[in-house]
Every structure is written in C-alpha cells, then in structure tokens.
C-alpha cells in the first residue's frame, strides 16, 4: 500500500501560481511513477502530467504544457506541481497518483490515490 496526501491548493488570482505537494507513505516511493490528473464537477479525471521514477523523464497533457511542471525528492518521499501563469480553466481538484507503469494518462492504470485538494483560479 501507498497513502498520498496532496496539499497546497487554495484560491489564486489568473496569472499567478500555486505548488502542490503529494507526500507519499507506504511501500517504496521510489518504485512508483508519479502522476498528477484533475477533475472538475461532473468532468471525468483528466490527467495533468507525470515522472518517472527517477525524475529523468516528465510528460504533460498539451493543456499545462510550459506552464506546470512536475517534479519529485524520493528522499522527502514527495512528488510536487508548480502551476504557474494559472488560468480560470485549471480550477478543479488535484489528485497525485502512484503507478508502476511509465507514461501512462489513463487513470485506470494508477494503483494508489490522494484525496485530493482544491484548486480555484479567479479571473
């Protein structure tokens, strides 16, 4: 088992930025690709990026892509989401995700889940 715990949403003006972290707990951090998807009332779960296990590799959706960026400390055990120049359309809950599997954008696929945490962009 591996417990996620995201924190670092809350409410942001257009154009500003947000990180949020993902602690993880459990069985080997390191063993785990990272993902990071989103989803806003009555949308599916839209997937945001991903690392792999060691950072060497990420890969966003073409939505965030320039704006955010992943990246992870396996020694602090967490996986963290810069957003930067935030627009309306990024607000939604932020999920981190733990997989096994590399590069992967289906959420099916992604074993381990946090809770979540909300992010709002005012225009």
């Known amino acids: 088992q591996v417990q996620l715990v995201e924190s670092g949403g809350g409410l942001v003006q257009a154009g500003g930025s947000l990180r949020l972290s993902c602690a993880a707990s459990g069985r080997t951090f390191s063993n785990y690709a990272m993902g990071w998807f989103r989803q806003s009332p009555g949308k599916e779960r839209d997937f945001v990026g991903s690392?792999?296990?060691?950072?060497?590799?990420?890969y966003y959706a073409d939505s965030v892509k320039g704006r955010f960026t992943i990246s992870r400390d396996n020694a602090k055990n967490t996986v963290y989401l810069q957003m930067n120049t935030l627009k309306p359309e990024d607000t939604a809950v932020y999920y981190c995700a733990a997989s096994i599997h590399l590069y992967v954008t289906d959420p099916r696929r992604y074993d381990y889940w946090g809770q979540g945490t909300q992010v709002t962009v005012s225009s």
């Open positions: 690392i792999n296990w060691s950072a060497t590799n990420t």
